[in-house]
């Protein structure tokens, strides 16, 4: 039986090899070969439509999967290899079951499902459909490829298939290789014993071109052109007809394990060994408003002092800019499309899906969760695991830090004799800004109480009053001031361990879960945000008995899931479905995805190969698209706009990252929001 692409996703691997842990991750091709087939609520093809579409809901309770042409006619795109006989093969519905469609200069109507296209209508290379709006007109799946494939047994399996390559045909692939990164693919090649590639490395100021023989079913290598962004296209000379099948398709790289980094793991391994863990979160903190990462305003003295002797990652970022989907990944390790908690109303975590509470409470350890915050809260299955879980936000919309102390002593009674696992996530300093006093006039004097007249101006800031210098200067500091609320609270919660004997038994991390935006680029708030306010966040982790450290190394939040799994000695399920490594083997330049809240239907990503880095917002178009080199431009002032190989690369990523997360039903189901969520969320301006 022939592996799905479920199964070929499967083989992602971490393999240790003597010093070095190899790495795996499954890098899907595209295929040309004149055949594509459309889900139409899919964004992995995304790049295929044009002109005018109504956005496909992805979310709901009917989850409807399909688009309709806009006002003005809605674009399809395919390639074909050569002018021949086309098959246009679609799902639609109309009241009169028929459609009107342009292809070239010839306007058709579609009678029924499929239709044949005449050679004249077809040109070498980029061809499109129009399809043009009509009352009730909805596409589903669609489908073109040459009339030649009908001959081809078990066509409908194939055409559908993206493993399948009709020949004649190429595969093509868009990298930037590092730390010696190379392709390692098996082919199918149906009954032939062998064959040769042509293979074209096409780069910005390099080409190679090379052949290739390879054997039916055995793995083989494609060496890249190193550290440079390149299209990679793999053609097959002596095959004219038939098919092939990619069985295996991956990006692979070694990193190098120093004996002295492997000593230092096994070392904190046995520190580690029957202690606690507590994660002290607080909810919207950006990484350069921390007194330890160089900001001058003085709003968190008692997380700068802890930073002193821990671990501190100074460079790491969220993968999701918005609450939601950013603490499933902290729980799981799983990037947001592959644990599925994207949506307020739409997605709860699968009971099938473990959590690091469920695999610390295996280990026989108190695994308890308070939350300030709705959005980590039972409606999304997120007390998995937990044998405890407060929701202070039940009895006050808007918590407060300090509401936090005496559940977290209940929780510390509550333990026994049991090491612990404790989740606390704060709300400061996401907004509203309602800090007691003194910390609402620590940093500004405009407002000496609370009103709503803040909340309001916050609220309409977002993504309004571009430009609006003093909205920008004043949301500043009362963040601040919010943030330096959080920070005390901090500090009490530390002193209640301190007091009750823990600190030396107690790893601590301290962490968010995405950033926020404050006037930068005239935006404010975090969700649709993804430039860097909104995504790096700050991330210290102290261990009793270990020297402090400072890394620089790009770092995301699955990272810590990964290394706690690691030096806890946890069942982690999913290594090979995470983008996380062990935060103490630091590997170099890194791909990271982000994602955004859901706008319209519609996602958001953020893609960075350091110091490229491409925001999209769905549907794309250069429009909606802007790309940075943060290491020259770090305020993401200057668009990019003359480097279309490095968009293209970036891009083929996420469509990667998208194809195999669409492979990964999670069944994910609707939260069960109460009314005390609904409030709670509408007092945090989620609604």
Not at 209 to 221: L, P, S
Not at 462 to 481: F, M, Q
Not at 512 to 541: F, K, N, T
Request: proline fraction near 5%; hydrophobic fraction near 35%; aromatic fraction near 12%.
């Amino acid at each position: 039986m022939k592996k799905s692409l479920l199964q070929l996703l499967l083989l992602s691997l971490l393999i240790s090899c003597g010093n070095e842990i190899e790495h795996k991750q499954v890098f899907l091709p595209d295929t040309i070969d004149g055949v594509t087939c459309f889900l139409l609520s899919d964004h992995t093809k995304e790049d295929h439509f044009t002109g005018s579409w109504e956005a496909p809901l992805l979310s709901g309770k009917k989850k409807k999967k399909s688009r309709r042409p806009g006002k003005r006619a809605g674009k399809l795109k395919f390639i074909s290899l050569k002018k021949e006989k086309y098959i246009l093969d679609t799902n639609f519905f109309s009241p009169d079951n028929q459609i009107s469609i342009s292809l070239g200069n010839s306007r058709i109507k579609l009678e029924g499902q499929k239709k044949f296209l005449s050679e004249k209508l077809i040109r070498e290379g980029e061809n499109f459909i129009s399809f043009f709006p009509k009352r009730g007109m909805k596409l589903n799946n669609i489908s073109v490829f040459p009339k030649r494939i009908l001959r081809t047994k078990n066509y409908q399996e194939l055409i559908k298939d993206e493993r399948t390559l009709f020949l004649p045909g190429s595969l093509r692939y868009f990298i930037k290789p590092e730390n010696n990164e190379y392709l390692n693919l098996k082919l199918d090649l149906q009954g032939r014993e062998s064959t040769e590639l042509k293979i074209l490395l096409s780069g910005e100021n390099k080409k190679k071109e090379f052949r290739k023989k390879i054997k039916n079913g055995v793995n083989f290598t494609i060496r890249l052109l190193q550290g440079e962004f390149q299209e990679v296209l793999i053609s097959f000379p002596g095959l004219k007809n038939g098919y092939l099948t990619v069985s295996e398709s991956f990006i692979v790289h070694k990193t190098d394990i120093k004996k002295k980094d492997e000593d230092r793991i096994n070392k904190i391994r046995d520190l580690v060994r029957g202690k606690n863990l507590l994660f002290i979160l607080l909810d919207a903190t950006r990484n350069d408003r921390t007194g330890y990462n160089g900001y001058t305003r003085r709003a968190t003295p008692n997380i700068d002092k802890f930073a002193i002797n821990s671990l501190v990652f100074s460079n790491c970022y969220s993968e999701a800019s918005y609450t939601l989907a950013s603490t499933g990944t902290l729980l799981t390790g799983l990037p947001p499309d592959y644990h599925g908690v994207i949506s307020s109303f739409y997605s709860s975590l699968n009971k099938r899906v473990k959590t690091l509470a469920e695999m610390f409470l295996a280990k026989d350890y108190f695994t308890g969760a308070i939350s300030a915050n709705p959005n980590f809260g039972k409606a999304y299955k997120f007390d998995k695991g937990f044998t405890k879980f407060d929701e202070l936000f039940l009895n006050n919309p808007v918590v407060q830090a300090e509401e936090f102390l005496d559940p977290f002593k209940k929780m510390l009674d509550n333990s026994g004799d049991n090491p612990f696992f404790v989740y606390l996530h704060l709300r400061e300093p996401h907004d509203p800004f309602a800090m007691p006093p003194p910390f609402l006039t620590k940093f500004q004097n405009e407002f000496q109480t609370t009103p709503e007249k803040i909340l309001s101006i916050y609220m309409a800031s977002e993504g309004k009053y571009k430009g609006k210098k003093e909205i920008s200067i004043l949301l500043g500091k009362l963040y601040d001031g919010n943030l330096a609320y959080g920070d005390m609270v901090f500090g009490k919660i530390l002193d209640i361990l301190k007091r009750r004997g823990l600190t030396s038994d107690t790893i601590v991390v301290f962490l968010s879960d995405h950033g926020e935006a404050i006037g930068e680029h005239g935006v404010y708030g975090h969700g649709h945000v993804l430039y860097q306010q909104s995504m790096r966040i700050p991330l210290v982790i102290k261990i009793p008995g270990l020297k402090g450290e400072t890394y620089n190394s790009q770092v995301i939040t699955s990272d810590l899931v990964r290394t706690l799994s690691d030096i806890f000695k946890l069942p982690y399920l999913y290594k090979m479905n995470s983008y996380g490594r062990n935060l103490l083997i630091q590997g170099k330049k890194r791909k990271l995805f982000v994602r955004s809240i859901n706008a319209y239907n519609y996602p958001g990503y953020m893609v960075q190969q350091y110091p490229y880095k491409l925001i999209i917002h769905f549907p794309y178009n250069d429009k909606t698209m802007e790309l940075f080199n943060i290491e020259t431009d770090p305020g993401e002032n200057h668009e990019i706009k003359n480097r279309p190989l490095i968009k293209k690369t970036l891009l083929f990523y996420l469509f990667n990252h998208l194809r195999l997360a669409s492979k990964i039903k999670q069944g994910i189901v609707n939260p069960e929001l109460r009314k005390k969520d609904i409030e709670s969320l509408e007092s945090l301006g989620y609604l």
